[in-house]
């Protein structure tokens, strides 16, 4: 066997091993992705989508792109995964619709309320009871999510790919940063634990003293005032 043959054997039995060591990072994504969607999308789709995330990432990672391994193989994961999400359109054109209405609500409450609307001011807008307006936010979850994580993944790709899209990319943050500063103190506290600290609702739920499903009342309502705001970027 020749030095070429015997560095390539080297080289994929490495990649094999970054693989096997970071299969549990696919099935956390998967989980927390899983959460929030329909139950009409299976966890070992996601997972098999974001496999291949992580074979992408493991084939093209390079230390020079300035982010850990983990970091980059986790975007590319998850992006595996949306991408997979959106070939499926999973979300029918009614839920989509449904997801526009309640963004406009929010803008036209906190219009008329001079600054943060609360759910039953929404719920007026919408001319619909609280409890209607609560189901609808259910029914929305998993549209309002990928929403804000599709956002997000295509500018953190942006951000580790190309250098051009640099201002860009700061702009979007600095905007996106200033809205969620600006949310309900419980509201904010939610997307921090979720996103930032990664935990699921069921954590959140323990750490408020609310039920699971408050949680995710308050998670979808965040971001629905979230992509109100945003409709400018997207």
């Known amino acids: 066997m020749n030095a ?3 560095y390539a054997s080297h080289q994929k039995l490495q990649q094999n091993e970054q693989i096997a060591q970071h299969l549990g990072l696919v099935k956390r994504i998967a989980l927390h992705l899983l959460a929030r969607l329909p139950s009409s999308v299976e966890l070992d789709d996601l997972q098999q989508s974001g496999l291949l995330g992580l074979l992408s990432a493991v084939r093209s990672y390079s230390p020079e792109q300035g982010a850990s391994f983990e970091t980059y193989a986790g975007i590319r994961i998850k992006g595996a995964m949306l991408d997979e999400l959106r070939k499926l359109s999973w979300a029918p054109r009614s839920v989509h619709e449904k997801t526009r209405r309640l963004a406009q609500a929010v803008r036209e409450a906190e219009r008329k309320n001079g600054g943060q ?3 039953h001011e929404i719920a007026e807008e919408l001319e619909v009871s609280l409890d209607e307006y609560h189901r609808l936010l259910a029914e929305t979850a998993g549209s309002q999510l990928l929403f804000l994580e599709d956002t997000g993944l ?5 951000a580790i790919g190309g250098p051009e899209s640099t201002l860009q990319d700061e702009r ?3 905007a996106l940063t200033e809205v969620i500063d600006q949310l309900p103190k419980k509201e904010k506290m939610v997307m921090a634990l979720y996103y930032q600290e990664d935990m699921n609702l069921k954590e959140i739920g323990l750490v408020l003293e609310v039920s699971e499903s408050r949680v995710s009342q308050i998670h979808s309502q965040a971001l629905s005032r979230v992509r109100a705001k945003m409709g400018a970027w997207v």
């Open 4 to 6: 070429a043959s015997v």
């Open 117 to 119: 609307a609360s759910d």
């Open 154 to 158: 295509e500018h953190e790709q942006e």
């Open 172 to 174: 979007f943050r600095a």
